[in-house]
Nanobody, 122 residues
């Protein structure tokens, strides 16, 4: 059974870069036909799909975040990483890593990490 675990700082200052890592066990991020996504949920708002890396290594981004987002992977560690640049308090929320057959933000589908709270504040 696949397990995903997010890790990273819980507090980031405005204008800095947020970096989160998702460590995957029970499956390989380089096999199958899955997308490995980052999804976030600001307080009081809905889920937002941010971007993904595919099993092939290709990357995909939400157009609204593309200019600030990078997703990479370390196949030797079976991990993938999110970087979000120039953060503001509006980037505060719970960040999830997800394995799914497609790129979407729906709790009814896919395998989700437990989520990690990120707060942007000086």
């Amino acid at each position: 059974q696949v397990q995903l675990q997010e890790s990273g700082p819980g507090l980031v200052k405005p204008s800095q870069t947020l970096s989160l890592t998702c460590t995957v066990s029970g499956d390989s991020i380089t096999t199958g036909a899955y997308y490995w996504s980052w999804i976030r949920q600001p307080p009081g708002k809905g889920l937002e799909w941010m971007g993904a890396t595919a099993y092939s290594g290709s990357t995909y981004y939400n157009p609204s975040l593309k200019s600030r987002t990078s997703i990479s992977r370390d196949t030797s560690k079976n991990e993938f990483t999110l970087q979000l640049r120039s953060v503001t308090p509006e980037d505060t929320g719970v960040y999830y890593c997800v394995r799914d057959w497609t790129m979407r933000a729906d709790r009814a589908f896919g395998s989700w990490g437990q989520g990690t709270q990120v707060t942007v504040s000086s």
